[in-house]
């Protein structure tokens, strides 16, 4: 036997006996076509869950009209996007942003905010990301930012652990994105985008995933002797961090 697009059972190109009254049941049970996804009663919480699957798809339609392989123009380069368009958006953003930040946070936050806002539009978006085999040393530090400007909301002040919470978010996101950088190596390569897996090979790319594994754990249990965390914590990370660090050591993943 074999099954069609709704999973339901043919042989000879007919349903099966046992098939054709479990999809009755389901078409019953759902008063529509079985192929149809099962409704959501229109109230209470019911009708929230409609309005929240609906903005879900809306997000996932603008993310896929968005989002290109790593061989393709942005939407900005091929036309699809007038540039001054995509500009004035970015200028939107930024200028909303910035107005949250000032009116409800600390001068600490705003310039974090600015660091970030600069390092990522400018230094990488503009600068590197593209043209630069450091680009992702450069984008580290503006998806660091956003945790440090979390703790110096709470906190108030620039001290020991904001500066260990950047390293740790800092070197974090080379093993990260060098393993996409090793998995997706063809493809960067084809789009002409100096990856450091591309420039330096995958053996060398395998060996700064390995350091950076090794840092990031240093860095997550400096908190500890530091006096900021608990013991919870620690043996927590320390769980987390060999197990990376297993996967990071395995001759497989390089």
């Keep these: 036997a074999d099954v069609d697009d709704r999973g339901v059972g043919v042989a000879g190109g007919k349903k099966s006996e046992g098939a054709r009254r479990k999809g009755a049941a389901g078409q019953r049970q759902r008063g529509?076509?079985?192929?149809?996804?099962?409704?959501?009663?229109a109230h209470g919480q019911g009708a929230d869950a409609r309005r929240a699957a609906g903005l879900v798809e809306q997000i996932r339609g603008v993310a896929r009209s968005i989002i290109r392989a790593p061989d393709l123009k942005p939407a900005t380069a091929n036309?699809?996007?007038?540039?001054?368009?995509?500009?004035?958006?970015?200028?939107m953003l930024?200028?909303?942003?910035?107005?949250?930040?000032?009116?409800?946070?600390?001068?600490?936050?705003?310039?974090?905010?600015?660091?970030?806002?600069?390092?990522?539009?400018?230094?990488?978006?503009a600068l590197t990301k593209r043209k630069s085999i450091h680009g992702t040393a450069v984008g580290s530090v503006s998806g660091a930012v956003p945790i440090v400007s979390g703790y110096l909301a709470v906190s108030n002040r620039f001290d020991a652990a904001a500066v260990v919470l950047f390293v740790q978010l800092?070197?974090?996101?080379?093993?990260?994105?060098?393993?996409?950088?090793?998995?997706?190596?063809?493809?960067?390569?084809?789009?002409?985008?100096?990856?450091?897996?591309?420039?330096?090979?995958?053996?060398?790319t395998a060996r700064l995933v390995v350091l950076n594994t090794v840092l990031f754990t240093i860095a997550a249990l400096a908190l500890q002797p530091l006096?900021?965390?608990?013991?919870?914590y620690t043996t927590t990370m320390l769980l987390v961090s060999l197990y990376w660090l297993q996967l990071a050591f395995s001759p497989s993943r390089t």
């Design 32 to 41: 529509r076509n079985p192929s149809a996804p099962p409704r959501i009663p």
């Design 79 to 91: 036309g699809e996007v007038p540039r001054v368009l995509a500009a004035v958006f970015a200028a």
């Design 94 to 125: 930024g200028i909303a942003g910035f107005t949250v930040l000032i009116l409800g946070s600390t001068t600490l936050v705003v310039w974090s905010g600015v660091i970030g806002y600069v390092t990522y539009v400018w230094l990488y978006g």
């Design 170 to 204: 800092f070197v974090w996101q080379f093993p990260e994105f060098y393993s996409i950088a090793i998995y997706r190596m063809q493809e960067y390569k084809n789009a002409g985008v100096p990856i450091i897996s591309v420039v330096k090979g995958k053996i060398i």
């Design 227 to 232: 006096g900021y965390v608990g013991w919870a």
